[in-house]
């Protein structure tokens, strides 16, 4: 049976320990957290609110698996708990299984559908999964059960801004910020509006969120963005540039990236599918698919907008879908990925591509091409062929100093390797081997797209770029701002607007780069 409340069979000494853990985990305090917990490891190692807690521990740490396994031993002791599998469907979602996530949040919900935070999540998981009527759906019961919960709202200004309504979405920011004034997402929610510059009476009340002991670090690293992009608008780059190392260090404390690690996997993967030739069965799978790759900020938004300007082409925005498909296969075989790539026959990708075309086929409105603009689905291009040797893949690529720069002044979730500029070159350089890697492998199938070359020729580039994908050219593809569509990325309000020649940052920055040049291997600026 379960117990009447979750402290029970816990000391009072103990339930300190307790109340302080849960404070420095909903601060977002991971050292603190454990700190606390310590202790309460040792004498209380089977209690579910101590397994809870610890599993939230190791997810602020980015101990998917780990947390995964304290948190289901939680539930094992407290099955009818709505905020077990609220704690278990955040940390499932934060690791990448939106699928399990939305799952388990769902069971929270139907366990106790008057708990605020179980809805929020849900919501958040839906905007992942770019299921967005039904993510609002949520967040507007969030909202019914705790009007005064900002965050909640903010998500819905996202919205908002993604379908183009500026001044409402601005407005819905602004409601945030008046009631909750250390409203971190509200606060880059303003400063991503790019229509609307942030002013000195703003910059002061961010600064002083910044020095507010109570704000959770997701509060400090998003208002921290914001702040570098106000003073950035004023030109005041050595200010900005020292308060987006500021906001990148914070959100370092508790998640690092493993830059060998990562750099050891790629090769993994590059390797496995230079070795293993099989691919699904029928040639013809994913004919119309069109997966648009690449680094953040290297213009693949653009792409998908130009592209969505065709008549026969629907852009569906970042999906989850193709990594999901990949993890389920992973966890079937008992094997993580690229592991299992040389035991997979013909018969098995075709299973796979089939199951991801089965997973989208929501998005399907009748429109012979469909495009998939997951940036990070370039070091799945192997995958993508063999599953569907059919498909199209476009590698959308930037210079790299502008690239990373980008990269390191936005606030991009879980993108843990844009904190250092060391990080961000690894990556970069990562991406680049593997893409020069995948574009010998299928020339027919990879199409390597310039930034630069859209902005040096739009129309030559376009072109070339519809030819590529076999569609025959439309002169809407040379307006593509004036289409409207709901564009889900960060660069929603860019998009609408013709393309720039003045996007280039880095000279702006001057000799204040030099350290990133250094990590890229460029030249110095000359004094």
């Not at 997701?218 to 500021?246: C, I, M, N, P």
């Not at 089965?358 to 091409?369: C, E, S």
């Amino acid at each position: 049976m379960t117990p009447r409340s979750r402290l029970e069979g816990i000391d009072r000494a103990s339930i300190q320990q307790v109340m302080a853990t849960a404070r420095a985990l909903e601060l977002g305090r991971a050292d603190e957290a454990a700190r606390h917990l310590a202790g309460l490891l040792r004498s209380h190692p089977d209690h579910p609110e101590i397994l809870r807690l610890h599993a939230g521990v190791l997810g602020l740490r980015g101990h998917w698996a780990d947390a995964i396994q304290a948190a289901r031993a939680a539930i094992a002791k407290r099955p009818d708990d709505a905020l077990y599998y609220n704690t278990l469907g955040s940390i499932l979602g934060n690791a990448g299984d939106y699928d399990g996530a939305i799952d388990a949040l769902r069971h929270a919900c139907a366990l106790q559908p008057g708990l605020p935070v179980s809805w929020f999540n849900i919501g958040v998981m839906l905007v992942r999964c770019v299921r967005h009527s039904e993510a609002a759906e949520a967040l507007r019961r969030t909202l019914s059960l705790d009007p005064s919960h900002g965050t909640a709202r903010a998500l819905l200004g996202d919205m908002l801004r993604m379908q183009g309504d500026i001044p409402e979405a601005s407005a819905e920011y602004r409601r945030v910020i008046a009631q909750d004034p250390g409203n971190g997402r509200a606060w880059w929610g303003l400063a991503e509006l790019k229509t609307e510059r942030l002013d000195e009476g703003d910059i002061d009340r961010m600064r002083l969120v910044l020095r507010d002991p109570r704000r959770n670090e997701f509060d400090l690293v998003t208002t921290g963005f914001a702040l570098a992009k106000a003073l950035d608008d004023q030109g005041r780059y050595a200010e900005s540039l020292s308060a987006l190392a500021r906001a990148n260090a914070v959100a370092r404390r508790n998640r690092h990236w493993n830059r060998q690690a990562f750099s050891r996997g790629i090769t993994a993967i590059l390797g496995a599918f230079t070795t293993s030739g099989s691919v699904a069965s029928q040639a013809t799978l994913g004919d119309g698919n069109i997966f648009i790759v690449g680094l953040p900020r290297s213009g693949s938004t653009l792409v998908e907008q130009i592209l969505a300007s065709h008549s026969q082409v629907e852009a569906s925005g970042e999906l989850p879908d193709l990594p999901l498909v990949l993890a389920a296969e992973s966890r079937r075989r008992n094997s993580p990925f690229p592991l299992w790539v040389a035991d997979a026959t013909g018969a098995d990708w075709q299973r796979l591509g089939e199951d991801y075309l089965q997973r989208i086929r929501h998005w399907r409105t009748g429109r012979r091409f469909l495009t998939d603009k997951l940036p990070g689905n370039w070091m799945y291009t192997g995958a993508i062929h063999a599953m569907l040797p059919a498909a199209r893949i476009i590698v959308c690529r930037r210079d790299p100093l502008e690239t990373c720069f980008s990269c390191y002044r936005h606030f991009l979730e879980n993108n843990e390797y844009q904190r250092t500029y060391d990080d961000l070159a690894a990556y970069w350089r990562d991406f680049d081997h593997a893409a020069l890697d995948w574009s010998r492998q299928y020339p027919d199938r990879v199409i390597t797209h310039a930034y630069e070359s859209l902005l040096s020729d739009p129309e030559r580039s376009i072109r070339a770029l519809l030819e590529r994908c076999g569609l025959p050219f439309e002169p809407a593809c040379l307006d593509f701002h004036l289409t409207r569509r709901q564009v889900r990325s960060p660069s929603a309000t860019q998009v609408t607007r013709p393309l720039r020649n003045d996007t280039a940052r880095a000279a702006d920055y001057g000799v204040l780069l030099d350290p990133l040049r250094d990590a890229l291997g460029l030249a110095r600026l000359a004094p």
